[in-house]
């Protein structure tokens, strides 16, 4: 039996936020390189040589290779991708659910700073930041006019170093200074509740390092919360992806030992794999396997408990494997809108300490054999966003509106006129919406008792009748012609 290649989810950053990247970190190069085009290089060497000696003004050699590496490899597909020091450092936080900084989950609006919720134990929690309280300065720099990026990284930095946040707390009129010293965050991507009784929700936001542990955890105390647990609720919306043997775990918490989650393909011999809901696609030590004991505790109740799970435009990759392994598996009923089409590999190699290539090897398919690149997965009901209906959802970016995205091999995507027409209504709606206050414009928060299609999927669960919308439609692709 050949060794099995360890393959691991990471979340794409910067332009392709949402769009998940599941990659193999490999600290080594392959020893089997390809014959080396001598021409080319020539060529290439050629122009360096002429950009360092004729250009106008001196050039930077290490910039001049970096770019053409970037050029490259970004030339592919939208999810490959060259990482220099400071990219790599930011990617290895985000697949590890760590970072340094104040701890504050945040959100913008009206071009200030509001804080969504401190993390739980942080240094803003210690220091008594507020849900709704709003950042208007970070150190001497004032936020109106900064992007949240731009904000996130001024509140992040080294541990042990201090940044000081000017907070406006509406409900007490008063702004006021706020010293906090910088520390490594666990960020939470899991949340849990009984939302009625006998009926629980349990939202993955992202797969990380930290998923599996949490995930069993939540629903260990809610299955001892609730005895009598009719029904579940896996929330799997805006989910861009992650690690994948989390959303292996994840997937083998609810399926019979054994049977497949997920397999990829590619041109390499070992991106031909099949992942199984088996404790070696996940474990990271022999002496920890969450969901072992998840299963032990609840004694094997996941594993019947009806469930439904909620997707949409934004889930992604890891988030559309569990989705689709459940869906083959007949395990749950899937509601909401078609996903994202995230169904390619990327495999992550390091060049040196600090730099990374990160590069499409593989297609990963379904266990009945569904390519999910560029086409996503199509839910058993479709479902509106609102009661009102999708107020926005044909303005989110798919993976087959990217640009140069891989096929999935065996269709191309079909132009529809209908979904450009709906995208031509939404930006007129979006135009009237923006002109409304911001309260009266948001959508109901994930979870909420307005959720309207949580809600729904509830109404599912009990045997109720469902809204399901009128309106949505399955995108459809058209097979190539030979």
């Keep these: 039996m050949r060794q099995q290649m360890k393959i691991i989810g990471w979340v794409g950053a910067g332009a392709l936020a949402g769009a998940l990247t599941t990659v193999s970190l490999q600290t080594v190069a392959r020893g089997n390189m390809a014959p080396l085009p001598l021409e080319e290089l020539q060529q290439l060497a050629a122009v360096f040589s002429m950009v360092k000696s004729d250009y106008v003004e001196p050039v930077d050699e290490k910039k001049l290779i970096t770019e053409a590496i970037s050029g490259m490899v970004s030339s592919l597909d939208p999810h490959s991708q060259y990482f220099d020091k400071k990219s790599f450092k930011e990617f290895s936080e985000g697949t590890s659910g760590k970072f340094v900084g104040v701890g504050i989950e945040i959100s913008q609006e009206d071009g200030l700073i509001k804080i969504v919720s401190p993390i739980e134990g942080s240094p803003a929690d210690r220091a008594g930041l507020k849900t709704n309280d709003l950042i208007t300065k970070i150190d001497d720099t004032a936020v109106k006019g900064l992007s949240l990026n731009e904000a996130v990284k001024r509140m992040r930095g080294e541990p042990k170093t201090k940044v000081v946040l000017t907070v406006f707390r ?27 009784p006998g009926y629980g929700w349990i939202r993955v936001t992202q797969f990380q390092e930290r998923t599996v542990e949490d995930f069993a955890k939540k629903l260990e105390e809610m299955v001892q919360q609730e005895k009598t647990l009719k029904g579940l609720v896996l929330d799997l919306r805006n989910d861009p992806g992650g690690l994948l043997d989390a959303a292996v775990a994840l997937s083998a918490a609810f399926l019979p030992e054994n049977v497949a989650v997920v397999s990829t393909n590619g041109q390499l011999e070992e991106s031909k794999f099949v992942y199984k809901a088996s404790p070696q696609f996940w474990r990271r030590s022999p002496s920890n396997d969450p969901i072992a004991k998840l299963t032990q505790a609840t004694n094997g109740i996941l594993k019947k408990v009806p469930l439904i799970v909620l997707v949409n435009e934004g889930s992604a990759s890891a988030s559309e494997i569990v989705a689709g392994a459940l869906q083959d598996h007949k395990r749950a ?150």
């Excluded at 409900?171 to 009625?196: G, N, W, Y």
């Excluded at 948001?442 to 009128?470: H, I, Y």
Aim: hydrophobic share 30%; net charge positive; glycine share 6%.
């Design 333 to 482: 009923t899937l509601m909401g809108n078609q996903t994202f089409g995230k169904g390619s590999v990327q495999t992550v190699r390091q060049l040196g300490p600090e730099t990374a290539l990160k590069i499409t090897t593989a297609r990963y398919y379904t266990p009945n054999g569904r390519s999910i690149q560029a086409k996503g997965i199509v839910p058993d009901v479709m479902l509106d966003e609102t009661e009102n209906g999708n107020v926005f959802a044909a303005l989110r970016t798919r993976e087959a509106d990217l640009e140069k995205h891989l096929s999935n091999g065996k269709e191309a995507e079909k132009k529809d006129p209908e979904r450009e027409k709906a995208r031509e209504e939404a930006l007129k709606k979006l135009e009237e919406e923006s002109k409304k206050p911001l309260s009266e414009r948001r959508l109901p928060e994930f979870g909420s008792d307005k959720d309207f299609q949580l809600q729904q999927a509830l109404n599912q669960l009990k045997g109720l009748p469902v809204k399901a919308s009128t309106t949505l439609a399955e995108r459809k692709v058209e097979k190539k012609e030979d």
């Design 170 to 196: 509406k409900d007490e009129s008063r702004t006021f200074p706020v010293t906090i010293i910088r520390e490594e965050i666990k960020t939470q991507s899991v949340k849990a509740k009984v939302v009625e």
